[in-house]
């Protein structure tokens, strides 16, 4: 940016007219692309998106800012951030380049209310176990198997149980295989 002056005009529609920018806008298109080029980058599991040792890695932008550009889209970035939330492959790969606690604050920058009951119970999951992800990425469905929260149902669980169990379990007529935590 060339002055912070020139960034106050351009998101203040009535000042900038037809030069306004739609940050929102932006930051949805931003956190779109870096998820398509993260499960990119996964599929293709090519040597230059390789670590030394030789597990994949997302582009270091992707895993340090995806979360945050789809939390500040507002409204319009919730299905890509559940989308990535959903995908143990990026969450895992989030852990593992040592980007939890960005993507941890880039959550509680949500609103109150703002967050889908996935994604809270997300948030609140990340938030308790943080340590253990962050030092142990390797075992990100066995940690959530074992520490996710239950306060909007097992959906978490359902998804992570089937990660890692395979297909046929955690059906969501079947009780939960652990107790509910306390809130």
């Known amino acids: 940016m060339l002055h912070k002056s020139l960034s106050d005009w351009l998101l203040h529609a009535t000042i900038s007219g037809s030069h306004a920018v739609d940050s929102r806008l932006g930051h949805r298109l931003l956190g779109s692309h870096l998820l398509t080029m993260s499960k990119k980058a996964l599929e293709s599991g090519n040597d230059t998106i390789r670590n030394a040792d030789s597990s994949l890695k997302l582009p270091s932008y992707a895993s340090k800012y995806m979360v945050l550009h789809m939390c500040r889209a507002g409204p319009s970035g919730t299905k890509l951030l559940e989308e990535v939330l959903r995908n143990w492959e990026i969450m895992q790969q989030i852990f593992v380049a040592g980007d939890g606690g960005h993507m941890l604050a880039a959550l509680g920058e949500v609103a109150a209310g703002k967050l889908t009951p996935y994604c ?34 097992t959906e978490i669980l359902v998804t992570s149980s089937a990660a890692l169990l395979g297909p046929g379990l955690g059906d969501e007529n079947e009780p939960p295989l652990i107790e509910p935590q306390g809130e």
């Open 120 to 153: 809270r119970d997300a948030q609140r999951w990340i938030s308790r176990c943080q340590h253990d992800l962050q030092m142990h990425p390797e075992t990100t469905e066995n940690i959530t198997f074992l520490f996710c929260p239950f306060k909007f149902g």
